[in-house]
């Protein structure tokens, strides 16, 4: 059975015009989701997740106060995403506009924090 995800983007300008839009849709085999609430001032806290970087179709990560994503390791990761407060990090296969932001296979997430958040995420693989 497959999996499509819909990332879907807009603009609108308070000096008017025309308000812009796009879907980005991707179908793959199996979705990595996961919503976790972090306390505050946590260091390297792991989060379980798993996948091969070249099957990976869609990611969409967001947090509602900021947080610190490595992988692999906390202390030596091979991949860190800073995530700021309510700004997600969307990326697709087919967009094609940056590389996929994980460089490597990933083994686990460690999450660092500063106050309590919230992450949320859904990851598309092949």
């Known amino acids: 059975m497959s999996t499509t995800h819909k990332l879907t983007f807009s603009i609108s300008s308070d000096s008017?015009?025309?308000?812009?839009s796009g879907v980005q849709?991707?179908?793959?085999?199996?979705?990595?989701?996961?919503?976790q609430n972090y306390g505050a001032s946590l260091t390297d806290q792991l989060?379980?997740?798993?996948?091969?970087a070249a099957n990976v179709?869609?990611?969409?990560?967001?947090?509602?106060?900021?947080?610190?994503?490595?992988t692999n390791s906390g202390s030596s990761p091979v991949n860190t995403i800073n995530l700021k407060p309510g700004s997600p990090l969307a990326w697709s296969v087919s967009?094609?506009?940056?590389?996929?932001?994980?460089?490597?296979n990933v083994t686990a997430f460690y999450i660092t924090t500063t106050v309590a958040a919230r992450l949320q995420g859904k990851i598309l693989t092949t």
Do not use: C, H, R, W
């Not at 008017?16 to 812009?20: E, I, Q, R, S, Y």
């Open 16 to 20: 008017g015009g025309t308000p812009l």
């Open 25 to 35: 849709s991707e179908v793959g085999a199996t979705e990595i989701s996961f919503d």
């Open 47 to 52: 989060l379980a997740v798993a996948l091969t």
């Open 57 to 70: 179709q869609s990611i969409f990560l967001l947090s509602d106060k900021g947080l610190k994503i490595e």
């Open 95 to 104: 967009e094609g506009y940056y590389a996929n932001p994980f460089t490597a």
